[in-house]
């Protein structure tokens, strides 16, 4: 019985570290992320992956990261989540924060500052508008967003303080803890600059927004032919003596798999703070320069813990989750572990089939023989 037991708990070691889904019928294609009806949180379950390209705007819910939970193998062309820069008419009358990528939060906005983000607590903040009086300064920079805390709007002209003109910097990624088993949100917005002392001067520069977030959960192989790309959005550039507009953070991405993992290229760069365009009476200094953002997180965990490829390594954090324990017995190809080598083609659901019939038909055998005392 013992043994019994031992056989069940191996050959069901392997899929508890991960939850996989349970389509294993239907494979998912990039028509079958496009749907009308996504289902809650942008979790997708499916067979194998075959995405060749995929952006923000293709999804009918920008909300939520995008989730793959797949029983087979997952290959990846090109995907797109990059937060967009922040968006000034150029003549200081209008600033828009940029567009987030997908689960990320939006640039801050002048008029529309925090509230329009996805999801607004991460958007950038916007500033308010103020009377200026002679010989107040320019707006100063709006801050850079973090994966955490999205950025602030910068002071106005009216109220700037000498020593805080330029945008705050958005924390570092290294600092964020992020937890694959509860993926929420992605990148922050920029905050917008503040808004200069001059006629001219309605509003500070747009927020970048901040970069989308993808998670990856598979039982096969996971490939990235191509790029993942969740780089947050730079921040608007500032017309007349206004701020400039902060960057959006960097995204997330994570790739779990039991098999291994291969990629061309992972990009999860924070977005540059939008410059002050006027030189000021402080001899030109980049005093209203908006701060830049933060970059994201990266975490990468496979059979073996060795990844290559072209991405950030002080943002990345790779694990091994294997190897899972095995028992070979009557010199048969079933190992108890019943988890396929990385270069094998055995189905994963097919394995766990076969490793519980055998651990079954052992237990059998053991209690019937056990009905019979050995006679000495």
Known sequence: MRLFLLLIIFSTTAFAQLDVGSNTTSDC?????????????????????????????????????????????????????????????GNGLTATGGPAGLGGGDGGSFFFGGNDGLPASHAGKTGSPSICGAGQAEGSGGSGGSLETPGKAGYDGAFADPGEMIGTAGAPGPTITIDPTNFLFAGSGGGTGGKG??????????????GGGIQIISAGNVSITGTINVSGGNGGTAPNFSGGGGGGSGGVIIIQTLGQITINTLN???????????????????????????????????????????????????????????????????????????????HQVLQIAAG?????????????????????
Do not use: Y
Not at 197 to 210: E, F, R, S
Not at 292 to 320: H, Y
Not at 356 to 376: H, N, V
């Open 197 to 210: 002392c001059n006629p001219a001067d309605l509003v500070g520069g747009a927020g970048g927004g901040g």
């Open 268 to 346: 999860a760069a924070p977005g540059t703070g939008g410059a002050n365009s006027t030189i000021t009476n402080n001899g030109g200094d980049p005093d209203g320069d908006g701060g830049n953002g933060a970059p994201g997180k990266i975490l990468l965990e496979d059979w073996d813990g060795t990844v290559t490829g072209n991405f950030d390594s002080t943002i990345t954090e790779i694990n091994r989750l294997g190897p899972i324990p095995k028992v070979n017995s009557l010199n048969s190809d079933i190992s108890c572990g019943t988890l396929a080598k990385p270069n094998e083609e055995h």
């Open 29 to 89: 294609l990039d028509i079958d992320f496009k749907t009308i009806t996504p289902p809650p949180n942008n979790i997708f379950e499916c067979k194998d992956v075959i995405i060749t390209n995929l952006s923000t705007s293709d999804f009918f819910d920008p909300t939520s990261p995008l989730v793959i939970k797949a029983t087979g193998s997952v290959t990846i062309g090109t995907i797109n989540f990059s937060g967009q820069p922040g968006i000034d008419d």
């Open 356 to 376: 519980f019939m055998f651990a079954m038909m052992l237990g059998l055998i053991i209690k019937i023989l056990s009905r019979f005392p050995m006679r000495s």
